[in-house]
């Protein structure tokens, strides 16, 4: 969550009875997020019932940009990630009826599944689209890879005369 960009909230869910939105805010040092977390039931049948209204409160927040946590739908469905994200994908896209960035927490999950689900989304829905360039994670791979890769100045480098 760290790595997503100011004014993304986290949306995830949490196991309910029934559907229902929770606006929670809180404030790090140096930031300040807020989240929107869904009750929803485990029964992934009723995902067609309330998905298009997490779609829906997304819009009515105006949000250009959210982070979608794969770990809670797993945990709230009872399903392996993928087939969770899945599953919820195929609920929620059609009801998204403008553009927006949505930013995935991969990070105890594993980009393996959770990338499968984005092609799933891919396949199904010609306007879900995987974007490269807004890979987080790969971006500060390839930065942290680069830094590691410039040559280093020693005393050597900066006082070449002492040296030789």
Known sequence: MAQAPDGAPRVFLAPGLEPSSTLLAGHAPGQSRFELMWEAPADPGRLPE??????ASLADLGLASFCLDPASMSRTLG?????????????????????????????????????????????????????PALDLEL??????????????????????????
């Open 50 to 55: 309330w998905a298009p209204r997490v779609a």
């Open 79 to 131: 399903s392996p990630v993928e087939e969770a994200l899945k599953a919820f994908g195929l609920a929620f896209w059609p009801a998204v009826d403008r553009e927006c960035q949505t930013f995935l927490l991969v990070g105890e999950t594993g980009r393996c599944p959770v990338y499968q689900a984005v092609r799933a989304w891919e396949t199904a829905f010609p306007q879900v689209r995987f974007d």
């Open 139 to 164: 971006r500060e791979r390839e930065a942290a890879a680069a830094a590691a890769a410039a040559p280093r100045r020693g005393l050597k480098g900066l006082f070449p005369r002492l040296f030789k």
